[in-house]
Nanobody, 125 residues
């Protein structure tokens, strides 16, 4: 059974940095496409903020709203995915989710099967 566990959220001020971590177990880490998504208050859908193919090889999707500020990385020895978030803004406040899938059918949330419980990020002005 695949388990996805995020950590690292918190409350920070504008301009601060946070690093989120996601430990994935129960599946061969390098066989998974993985990504970070967020769901802001009142939003129905989760928005991809850093979505990557297997082994983070090739193209990595970042929306314009986070490009240059957010970076996805991994430590395969620890089965851990990271999201480094710099220059945080109030608009970045959301529940952040780590997700994984073996089929790698696309970048959207509908293409990911395994999800963590989420970690809250709150950025105050």
């Amino acid at each position: 059974q695949v388990q996805v566990v995020e950590s690292g959220g918190g409350s920070v001020e504008t301009g601060a940095s946070l690093r989120l971590s996601c430990v994935i177990s129960g599946y061969t880490f390098s066989d998974l496409c993985m990504g970070w998504f967020r769901q802001g208050p009142g939003k129905e859908r989760r928005e991809g903020v850093a979505v990557a193919s297997r082994n983070l090889a090739g193209y990595i999707y970042y929306p314009d709203s986070v490009k240059g500020r957010f970076t996805i990385s991994q430590d395969k020895a620890k089965n851990t995915l990271y999201l480094q978030m710099n220059s945080l803004k109030p608009d970045d406040s959301a529940m952040y989710y780590c997700a994984a899938d073996s089929s790698c059918a696309g970048w959207g949330e509908q293409h990911f099967t395994y999800w963590g419980q989420g970690t809250q990020v709150t950025v105050s002005s």
